[in-house]
């Protein structure tokens, strides 16, 4: 038992010593190996290393890949003109020799994105007090983002190097203060309220005229269609006059004897009529008192 206990206790240390002495870099990181807190040697390919164990010697890892920074604050600069905008960015950057870096910057990746936020932000604001807000919203914003991007390298690659490639600088957004901005809003909104008051007059006086226009084209018709229409009655009744007369001409005789049957006709339609009539004295009942036949032939 004493045995496989030393066994056991020698493979553990073993691979305690191991443990402590074999590391791995990843291709998409550099191995930074420190010797009594000096960098020691930076490993650039990604594999499996040896390093003496800790407290002798240490290793840490800085991210290798191309970074993205987007602007955090959104405080307004000026433009040439006095105009305060607020300006969103992003900077795409990457660790390029690690040894400069942890020496002038940092250990990790946010001390360097925290420092080259500033750096990016008074390039920003020194670039725009020179330009006009039409300028930083024409074709000139990209004149704009080279000069930014030139004043940034100028300082990372000053008299003491960050280690860091600036690969480019682009603006996402430009706008005015939310002030200013909520006033423009306001400008925009009553000036499209004007407009359309307008169109709505416009089309208001416009639906008045059409609908007097159809109103007095519409009286025309129907007076045009009424004269039309007596017209068309008076000839008929003149007609009809004519025929009548031509018919009851032949037999006048006839015709009284016809005229008294209509006018009884429309006399006693309605049984609940009261008809108050002295029958010796009337013409009305003529026929009745001769008995309906008393007509003489006409003369031919």
Do not use: C, H
């Amino acid at each position: 038992m004493n045995r496989i206990g030393l066994i056991l206790s020698l493979v553990l240390g073993f691979v305690v010593l191991a443990s402590s002495t074999l590391f791995v870099v990843d291709q998409r990181q550099f191995g930074v190996v420190y010797s009594l807190g000096q960098i020691k040697e930076v490993i650039t390919e990604p594999g499996l290393n040896i390093k003496l164990p800790p407290p002798f010697q240490n290793v840490t890892y800085i991210d290798k890949r191309l970074l993205t920074l987007d602007s955090t604050d959104a405080d307004p600069m000026l433009t040439a003109e006095k105009q305060r905008v607020v300006i969103d960015w992003y900077v795409r950057w990457r660790i390029s020799e690690p040894s400069e870096y942890i020496r002038n910057v940092g250990q990790n990746e946010s001390a360097g994105a925290s420092q080259l936020n500033r750096v990016v932000r008074n390039a920003f604001q020194e670039e725009v007090n020179k330009r006009t807000v039409n300028e930083l919203l024409s074709l000139k914003r990209e004149a704009l983002m080279a000069d930014v991007k030139a004043e940034v390298l100028e300082k990372v690659k000053g008299t003491k190097p960050w280690g860091v490639d600036v690969v480019d600088v682009r603006i996402t957004r430009v706008d005015y203060v939310e002030a200013i901005t909520e006033s423009v809003y306001r400008r925009m909104e009553a000036e499209r309220k004007r407009v359309a008051n307008e169109l709505r007059s416009t089309g208001a006086a416009e639906g008045e005229k059409i609908r007097a226009d159809a109103d007095r084209q519409r009286e025309v018709t129907i007076a045009n269609a009424y004269r039309d229409a007596q017209k068309i009655k008076g000839e008929g009744d003149a007609e009809a006059s004519r025929i009548y007369g031509d018919a009851f001409g032949r037999d006048p005789q006839f015709a009284q004897f016809y005229r008294s049957l209509e006018a009884y006709k429309a006399s006693f339609a309605n049984k609940t009529d009261v008809m108050v009539l002295d029958p010796s004295s009337t013409e009305f009942f003529k026929v009745m008192r001769n008995g309906g036949g008393a007509t003489t032939p006409a003369k031919k």
